[in-house]
């Protein structure tokens, strides 16, 4: 048995032997995508992973491409499986998602080669997301149901981060015809799973724009302008003031101007003691 077939059937058996509900190991550096965990676990940069797993830069990215992993096992092990995997096939994708978490196995400027088209669009411009579990049913079936609700916040994510219309997701189909994603295409959910991750952007809309109305302090409502009417009153109002004062001068008693006389006359007298 050759290496790579020998690491081949290890990696199933042990899909095999943990089942649908294997333990995933908790790693650090972890970051949220609409609300789904993405833990870094960027693939080994050695030098057969970066011959056949690591593609050339983007140019840009222009679509997300949704597939099924086609096997039980989690992120984790697809991860591990890939990283590890010598048969001398091309094959890779950006991010592995399951009921817990998504792991991001290759940086977001490189291409994977995960459409089968070569260096067409599917593999030359755009993100390949692997939704895990699609073969988990029965009493194991919610494991792929949260896989698929995840895979769906990763994608519309990115479709938001990249400025995407939803005519750019993808399914693995398109590009080479392919039966990908296998669990979404049997049951005939393409349309609705398209309709979800639109639903999924827009909700997503709402809040932040709930989230910046609540952080913007309001201002003060400017005061309206004065009209020709109201300027004319307060300049009639300034006039007023000093007339009036001017006519109270003029209205003093006889008495009081008689009195001021008679200090203008005799300063003395005036100033002198009453007796």
Same mark, same amino acid.
């Given at each position: 048995?050759?290496?790579?077939?020998?690491?081949?059937?290890?990696?199933?058996?042990?899909?095999?032997?943990?089942?649908?509900?294997?333990?995933?190991?908790?790693?650090?550096?972890?970051?949220?995508?609409?609300?789904?965990?993405?833990?870094?676990?960027?693939?080994?940069?050695?030098?057969?992973?970066?011959?056949?797993?690591?593609?050339?830069?983007?140019?840009?990215?222009?679509?997300?491409?949704?597939?099924?992993?086609?096997?039980?096992?989690?992120?984790?092990?697809?991860?591990?499986?890939?990283?590890?995997?010598?048969?001398?096939?091309?094959?890779?994708?950006?991010?592995?998602?399951?009921?817990?978490?998504?792991?991001?196995?290759?940086?977001?400027?490189?291409?994977?080669?995960?459409?089968?088209?070569?260096?067409?669009?599917?593999?030359?411009?755009?993100?390949?997301?692997?939704?895990?579990?699609?073969?988990?049913?029965?009493?194991?079936?919610?494991?792929?149901?949260?896989?698929?609700?995840?895979?769906?916040?990763?994608?519309?994510?990115?479709?938001?981060?990249?400025?995407?219309?939803?005519?750019?997701?993808?399914?693995?189909?398109?590009?080479?015809?392919?039966?990908?994603?296998?669990?979404?295409?049997?049951?005939?959910?393409?349309?609705?799973?398209?309709?979800?991750?639109?639903?999924?952007?827009?909700?997503?809309?709402?809040?932040?724009?709930?989230?910046?109305?609540?952080?913007?302090?309001?201002?003060? %409502?400017? $005061?309206?302008?004065? +009209? *020709?009417?109201? @300027? &004319?009153? #307060? /300049? =009639? !109002?300034?006039?007023?003031?000093?007339?009036?004062?001017? %006519?109270? $001068?003029?209205?003093? +008693? *006889?008495?009081? @101007? &008689?009195? #001021? /006389? =008679? !200090?203008?006359?005799?300063?003395?007298?005036?100033?002198?003691?009453? $007796?």
């Amino acid at each position: 048995m050759s290496k790579s077939r020998f690491l081949f059937v290890g990696a199933v058996l042990a899909a095999l032997l943990t089942g649908c509900r294997s333990v995933q190991q908790h790693q650090p550096e972890v970051t949220y995508r609409y609300g789904v965990p993405v833990r870094q676990a960027i693939l080994d940069p050695n030098e057969y992973n970066l011959a056949h797993k690591y593609g050339p830069k983007f140019e840009k990215v222009d679509y997300i491409t949704i597939h099924n992993t086609w096997n039980y096992a989690p992120a984790l092990f697809e991860r591990t499986y890939l990283n590890n995997r010598r048969d001398g096939a091309s094959i890779s994708f950006h991010f592995a998602v399951d009921e817990k978490e998504a792991l991001q196995v290759l940086p977001l400027d490189t291409r994977a080669w995960h459409a089968g088209d070569g260096n067409g669009p599917g593999n030359g411009r755009s993100i390949g997301i692997e939704i895990c579990r699609s073969r988990c049913i029965g009493d194991d079936e919610p494991l792929y149901r949260q896989a698929e609700e995840n895979g769906a916040h990763l994608a519309a994510s990115l479709l938001d981060q990249y400025q995407l219309p939803m005519s750019c997701l993808r399914k693995h189909q398109d590009w080479t015809g392919k039966y990908c994603p296998h669990r979404i295409l049997s049951e005939h959910r393409w349309e609705s799973f398209k309709a979800h991750v639109k639903q999924i952007r827009n909700e997503h809309r709402i809040d932040a724009a709930k989230s910046v109305a609540a952080t913007t302090p309001v201002k003060p %409502a400017a $005061k309206p302008a004065a +009209t *020709p009417e109201v @300027k &004319k009153a #307060k /300049e =009639a !109002k300034k006039e007023v003031k000093p007339a009036a004062a001017k %006519a109270v $001068k003029e209205t003093a +008693t *006889p008495k009081v @101007k &008689k009195t #001021k /006389e =008679a !200090k203008n006359a005799n300063p003395k007298a005036a100033a002198s003691p009453a $007796k």
